[in-house]
């Protein structure tokens, strides 16, 4: 799968209760990060603190990482998502 095609999959976001693509939520947090400054907080950017792996699920259903994933996997794959932006 090239990376224009991970950008566009669609995840349902619980904690937010609204659907993204991987693409859209990343302008989301970026969007967040520019409109917030000096108050933006890392810590819970969208409202919520598990926002690092909000990826999980939506990469392991579509095969693009196995079950049991490495760390070093998954940022590999979302910084190549962000670089495709």
């Not at 909000?54 to 998954?74: H, M, R, S, T």
Request: charged share 25%.
């Amino acid at each position: 799968m090239k990376v224009k095609d991970v950008l566009d999959l669609e995840f349902h976001d619980s904690q937010a209760d609204t659907w993204y693509t991987v693409r859209g939520y990343l302008q989301a947090q970026l969007l967040a990060l520019w409109s917030e400054a000096d108050s933006f907080s890392g810590k819970r950017p969208l409202g919520y603190s598990d926002w690092l792996g909000i990826f999980d699920d939506v990469f392991v259903k579509n095969g693009l990482l196995p079950e049991e994933w490495q760390a070093e996997d998954y940022e590999s794959l979302v910084k190549k998502c962000i670089y495709a932006l």
